[in-house]
């Protein structure tokens, strides 16, 4: 598809859209955006996303045993000892993007079908779990790591992800 | 006030470089995504058991999952 672009001397407005348009429609695309906002390749009046960093990083998240916390409760007369869950956190550094800001970072694990959801489940074996978050601060990107085991253990298992980080809407 | 238009052999920049080709951008994209954005709800938690709807819109459910939760599939982004 051609695109054409406009630009308005008399106030800066910037618009780019299908070169097939009509005047008058697209003169309406340039003084009205948000209405035509489905039509629109690009417009002054909106700020958008851009990607400030990418990288690949693989980490290793570590054996987690199973739960080895017991705890003895009164049974009538006498007394069972049960089995108590395990629960820990660990942060894993990605990478660095040195904005000064806390940008919003998304990350995949090889492909776009396999994205890194909020508390997306890593790991699974019986009632033991791993949960990833991605994370971010003004200077890294994380993965940050919740387990819970209980009579089962979790293997170590090294992940590759794929770090998108996008600088806020300008 | 910012420049309009700037026009070079190797770069492109418009409404003060709000539009810059030295930039990549998103877009949304029906197949060949480099990442999808997550839009709504994607799990559900029903008698004890874990339903976890993936980017794709494919359920994954623990053994003790009897709900009937659907989430929706992410939306494709591809970065240019």
């Not at chain 1, 090889?110 to 994205?115: K, L, M, T, V």
């Not at chain 1, 085991?149 to 298992?157: D, G, I, S």
């Not at chain 2, 709000?18 to 997550?38: E, G, H, P, Q, T």
Request: charged share 15%; hydrophobic share 35%.
């Amino acid at each position: 598809m051609a695109v054409r672009l406009f630009a308005r001397g008399s106030d800066g407005v910037v618009c780019i859209a299908d070169a097939s348009t009509s005047e008058s429609t697209f003169q309406d695309y340039v003084s009205n955006p948000y209405k035509n906002i489905d039509n629109i390749n690009f417009h002054s009046a909106f700020d958008y996303m851009s990607l400030a960093a990418q990288f690949t990083t693989s980490i290793t998240f570590s054996a987690r045993a199973a739960s080895s916390t017991t705890q003895s409760v009164n049974k009538g007369k006498g007394s069972v000892t049960i089995q108590l869950p395990e629960q820990g956190t660990q942060r894993h550094q990605l990478g660095t993007h040195g904005l000064g800001y806390t940008p919003f970072a998304t990350a995949t694990r090889g492909n776009a079908n396999r994205q890194v959801t909020p508390t997306f489940q890593l790991q699974k074996n019986g009632a033991a779990i791993r949960l990833v978050n991605v994370e971010m601060d003004s200077n890294k990107i994380y993965v940050y790591e919740s387990w819970v085991t209980y009579t089962n253990a979790l293997a170590a298992t090294t992940q590759t992800f794929n770090c998108w980080v996008f600088r806020n809407p300008e | 006030m910012a420049i309009t238009l700037n026009i070079q052999p190797t770069r492109f920049r418009a409404s003060g470089s709000k539009l810059d080709s030295n930039r990549r951008y998103i877009r949304k994209v029906s197949s060949s995504a480099d990442l999808k954005f997550v839009i709504s709800r994607n799990m559900d938690v029903k008698n004890g058991g874990l339903r976890y709807v993936d980017p794709q819109g494919n359920n994954s459910d623990d053994n003790n999952y009897n709900g009937t939760f659907s989430g929706t599939a992410g939306v494709g982004i591809k970065v240019t």
